[in-house]
């Protein structure tokens, strides 16, 4: 998940992620949500469907999370076909201390959606629209829309976006900044059941907190975005480059000289270390995309092909099909449903060799001591960031505008989250963050909180500088903290 290979990038990631619930809700007693959702005078919606696990098909008909590692638990489903029923069971759920998660496309790695158990999941699955506007060049979609949803009608309509509302980086946004940076409005359900509109000229310090923080004050019914003409046509040059084991130093030694700050604003690199069955070992990936002149990307990606690669594939692809053909469809992989993945990462404004390297044979011997760890994998985004330094730090509450690189530990494993090679696995991951950590260029910890674990400081997702104002419109518009299961805010800070 992670249109990446893992992550945001992603093609399944949402573009929109709700929120969750307390956890001074969480518990086994409660109401009975069967007799509670099954009564006669709920009066839902015609098309409301409520589901119970256990029931025939209960995990076909429902939103299952992709990854099963520290997973929320749910006594029942319920998936509302319109918005009033959104707001009925944001109601109920806050009356009756009922603990709940709004899921769009079941994603995200965030260890703190396992703190719900035995809730209620309100499965925003019928929330599904999309609509372009290509007069006003703008985008509405709805609250479970993902991005592989969105790439074929934009593309279609001639329009490209580089997303969710934890900031939204990618390969674009050197060109047109963050997702948030082209978020025009949102339409959501408070926790007072209360369906608003938030943008630049309404609930405006709201429109602020959701640019960054918002699965922490409501349900997403749907969200409008400017989007931008496709770039050259659409038409995008790309490059997957594979690295041997022997050649990954010279890699690396390579890939430091980059800087996001200088590298044309089109052009976006990708770095993976992974297991490659083909070569029987470990290996360095490297795919780059670029939507400009052949001429002029054979020339930028010429120190690294001037390395001899053990294998390079050039390609000449539209948009709509970047996500899913770079990468030697290494997102297929990462993305496997029902599978534990554990996730780390660490966001830097220096790109560290001697790290990389360093990772590179942590991971090398993770693979040939625990081989059923092979489906983990280190990820290095290095993107462009002049669109989205020209946005003033303090207009949106995404914190990390400097990032040069977003350094994601992603581990895989098939055996018990307590087995040897889980815990194996896990103890490099932090071992890894710890060390990226130090050479990162901050002062501290720094995270795009999509990328979170979930075990850091709230500080490190939302910034010293931008959690007080990020509480007070917590206080304002959760009072109770109904939506908490999402790297959650803090009550207060320090």
Same mark, same amino acid.
């Given at each position: ?115 719900? &158990? +035995?809730? #209620?999941? !309100? ?5 599904? *629209?999309?609509? $372009?506007?290509?007069? @006003?060049?703008?985008? /509405? ?39 948030? &940076? +082209?978020? #025009?409005? !949102? ?5 007072? *059941?209360?369906? $608003?509109?938030?943008? @630049?000229?309404?609930? /405006? ?290």
């Amino acid at each position: 998940m992670l249109g990446k290979i893992a992550s945001l990038l992603a093609v399944s990631l949402p573009l929109v992620l709700a929120g969750g619930a307390s956890t001074a809700l969480i518990g086994r007693a409660g109401p009975n949500l069967r007799t509670l959702l099954s009564e006669p005078g709920r009066k839902w919606c015609s098309g409301t469907q409520v589901f119970f696990p256990g029931q025939a098909n209960y995990t076909a008909l429902t939103t299952q999370r992709w990854t099963t590692y520290e997973a929320p638990s749910y006594l029942a489903s319920i998936k509302p076909s319109c918005v009033e029923d959104v707001q009925r069971i944001v109601k109920l759920c806050a009356q009756r201390n009922i603990p709940f998660l709004a899921t769009g496309g079941g994603h995200g790695y965030s260890t703190s959606f396992g703190k719900l &158990d +035995n809730g #209620l999941e !309100l499965d925003l699955g019928g929330f599904k *629209g999309i609509s $372009i506007d290509k007069a @006003a060049k703008t985008m /509405t979609i709805g609250g479970a829309v993902t991005f592989g949803d969105v790439f074929d009608p934009l593309y279609a309509a001639g329009f490209e976006i580089r997303g969710t509302l934890g900031g939204g980086v990618g390969r674009y946004q050197g060109l047109h900044g963050l997702i948030v &940076d +082209n978020l #025009l409005s !949102l339409e959501m359900v408070t926790a007072a *059941g209360n369906l $608003i509109t938030v943008s @630049a000229t309404e609930n /405006t310090e709201l429109f602020w907190g959701m640019r960054g923080a918002g699965f922490n004050y409501g349900v997403v019914i749907n969200a409008t975005y400017t989007v931008s003409p496709l770039t050259n046509g659409g038409e995008v040059q790309v490059v997957d480059f594979i690295f041997s084991k022997e050649q990954n130093e010279t890699f690396f030694n390579t890939l430091a000289t980059m800087s996001a700050d200088t590298l044309p604003p089109e052009m976006a690199l990708l770095t993976y270390v992974d297991y490659n069955a083909t070569y029987n070992g470990t290996t360095a990936i490297l795919d780059i995309s670029y939507p400009g002149p052949k001429d002029k990307f054979l020339e930028l990606v010429k120190p690294f092909s001037d390395l001899n690669p053990a294998y390079t594939e050039f390609q000449t692809i539209p948009w709509n099909r970047l996500l899913r053909q770079l990468g030697f469809q290494l997102n297929d992989l990462v993305c496997i449903k029902e599978q534990q993945h554990s996730m780390y990462s660490v966001a830097t404004k220096n790109l560290s060799a001697p790290d990389y390297i360093a990772a590179f044979a942590g991971y090398d011997k993770l693979y040939a001591d625990y081989p059923d760890t092979r489906g983990s994998t280190l990820e290095i985004e290095i993107f462009p960031t002049q669109a989205v330094l020209a946005v003033p730090l303090d207009s949106t509450a995404y914190p990390w505008r400097d990032v040069e690189a977003q350094v994601m530990i992603q581990m895989s494993f098939t055996e018990s989250p307590t087995s040897p090679a889980a815990n194996a696995a896990n103890q490099l991951a932090r071992d890894l963050r710890a060390a990226f950590t130090k050479t990162s260029g901050y002062d501290e910890l720094e995270i795009y909180v999509s990328y979170a674990h979930g075990d850091e400081d709230p500080a490190s997702w939302y910034g010293k500088d931008k959690l007080p104002r990020l509480i007070e419109l917590k206080r304002e518009w959760d009072p109770k903290d109904i939506f908490r299961y999402d790297n959650p805010l803090p009550s207060s800070y320090p």
